[in-house]
């Protein structure tokens, strides 16, 4: 079983910058493919953004990329998303999700049933 423990979210103005940090425990959670989702008042929740679990890989949302940056320290079972040029649209609510399953398509990263645990999700609001 995993942990997760979203934390950084915030008000910042729009083209502001943001870090949301995603603590996961377990003994084997360095190994845990990791990912972002948000979800906005009366929408669906949506995939931001994924990372494998050695680091090398990393997908994006057509919506955030070249904006926010997925990165992982797992010495620290930690996974970040540096978020930059936020927009109002970028309101939502910011959930951490993790996956142990051995491999999965990174076209898969955008279903939540791809997704085996959820942290609680952190608020982030873009004020324009």
């Known amino acids: 079983q995993v942990q997760l423990v979203e934390s950084g979210g915030g008000l910042v103005q729009a083209g502001g910058s943001l870090r949301l940090s995603c603590a996961a425990s377990?003994?084997?959670?360095?190994?845990?493919?990791m990912g972002w989702f948000r979800q906005a008042p009366g929408k669906e929740r949506e995939f931001v953004s994924g990372?494998?679990?050695?680091?090398?890989?990393?997908y994006y949302a057509d919506s955030v990329k070249g904006r926010f940056t997925i990165s992982r320290d797992n010495a620290k079972n930690t996974v970040y998303l540096q978020m930059a040029s936020l927009k109002p649209e970028d309101t939502a609510v910011y959930y951490c999700?993790?996956?142990?399953?051995?491999?999965?398509?990174?076209?898969?990263?955008?279903?939540?049933?791809?997704?085996?645990?959820w942290g609680q999700g952190t608020q982030v609001t873009v004020s324009s």
């Open positions: 377990g003994r084997t959670a360095s190994s845990y493919r």
């Open positions: 990372i494998r679990g050695s680091g090398g890989s990393t």
């Open positions: 999700a993790a996956s142990d399953r051995t491999y999965v398509s990174p076209s898969l990263y955008k279903f939540r049933s791809t997704w085996d645990y």
